[in-house]
């Protein structure tokens, strides 16, 4: 009887060992198997890993180079030849209608301070060169209000104060002259957007409300306190204006250096010819529902005002309007920039 415990025993002891085995190979197994899931995983995935990894520090190097440019070159730039000369809350309120001033030690817009006033926006039905065809209309006539006075720049953007932008900011490299010019040129070839990318930097040089004119500041500049077809009278004249047509010698040629015609009452130039300006407001069929308080009109294409040196006579009118994508970039086509003022 000892004998067949100590056997049956003994056969307990190797079936636990062989249980035993069987379990730590199968665990071996399973971690093996486990290793081999991580292992293909990894190599899947390494790739993406890697992309991530990648891309993770080309962000890091482009916003470290642009950290670098802000504090090497924009900085010093806008402390120098910015800052010193950007008018305090005391200085903007003494200014007086027609004063001019420039916050920048140069390669930035003069501005000239026009008055607040009242003005009849539009064209009459019989006037010369009415646009009435397809696009924008110039009617219904309407009386606009600007109750306070603002800045607007004395001449169209010039790519001097582009190629500022250029250098000390934001504004595109790629703006080509099209052979025509830099210097104190009208700057053209210039989008909706980049207008507005200009006018963000240079309210950040400044830390001044810069911006697009409304279109109905933009045709009350441009009247300067007069009801005419042009600021001058009814009549294109001669020299009056670059255009096509217009008596010049730069006529469906090229764009003119800034200035290079008679001011209008307030003191601005080129607000007729030269080169289409952009404005803030999108286009509306006509003026029925237009704002009455100068204020910007927005939702859908831009408007561009004023004419260019493509234009016959009756595009430079003060009440002729037009339309372009955002997007939209051509050789007669600039701006003109406009600042709120400290009431």
């Not at 600007?146 to 001097?160: G, M, P, R």
């Not at 210097?183 to 053209?188: A, K, L, S, T, Y």
């Not at 990318?197 to 306190?225: C, D, F, I, N, Q």
Request: hydrophobic fraction near 35%.
């Amino acid at each position: 009887m000892r004998w067949l415990r100590r056997k049956a025993g003994s056969q307990n002891e190797r079936g636990t060992s062989r249980k035993l085995t069987a379990t730590l190979s199968a665990k071996a197994a399973g971690r093996r198997s486990v290793e081999g899931c991580e292992c293909r995983l990894w190599s899947a995935c390494r790739p993406a890993f890697v992309l991530i990894a990648g891309l993770v520090g080309w962000l890091n190097q482009a916003y470290l180079l642009e950290r670098w440019r802000w504090f090497a070159t924009i900085r010093p730039y806008m402390r120098a030849q910015v800052q010193p000369y950007v008018l305090s809350a005391e200085a903007e309120r003494e200014l007086k209608p027609k004063d001019s001033f420039r916050e920048c030690a140069k390669d930035c817009p003069e501005m000239v301070v026009v008055p607040a006033g009242e003005f009849t926006m539009g064209s009459p039905p019989n006037e010369k060169g009415r646009h009435n065809s397809e696009g924008p209309r110039e009617g219904p006539q309407h009386t606009v209000v600007v109750a306070k006075a603002f800045a607007v720049s004395k001449y169209e953007l010039t790519f001097d104060d582009w190629d500022a932008c250029v250098a000390y900011g934001g504004c595109d490299p790629r703006v080509s002259d099209s052979g025509y010019g830099r210097g104190r040129q009208p700057v053209i070839n210039v989008t909706w957007d980049d207008a507005k990318r200009y006018v963000a930097w240079l309210s950040r040089m400044t830390g001044k409300p810069y911006r697009l004119l409304s279109e109905a500041e933009w045709e009350y500049a441009a009247r300067a306190g007069t009801q005419t077809a042009y600021s001058w009278g009814d009549e294109i004249g001669k020299n009056n204006a670059n255009c096509n047509g217009c008596g010049s010698q730069w006529d469906k040629r090229q764009p003119a250096p800034v200035g290079s015609f008679t001011p209008n009452a307030f003191g601005l130039y080129d607000l007729h010819g030269n080169v289409w300006e952009w404005v803030e407001d999108c286009v509306h069929h006509d003026y029925n529902g237009a704002p009455r308080d100068g204020s910007a009109w927005t939702a859908g294409r831009r408007v561009f005002r004023g004419g260019g040196w493509v234009s016959f006579p009756e595009g430079l009118r003060a009440a002729r309007r037009d339309r372009f994508t955002s997007v939209s970039r051509v050789t007669y086509l600039g701006f003109r920039l406009g600042r709120t003022l400290t009431p």
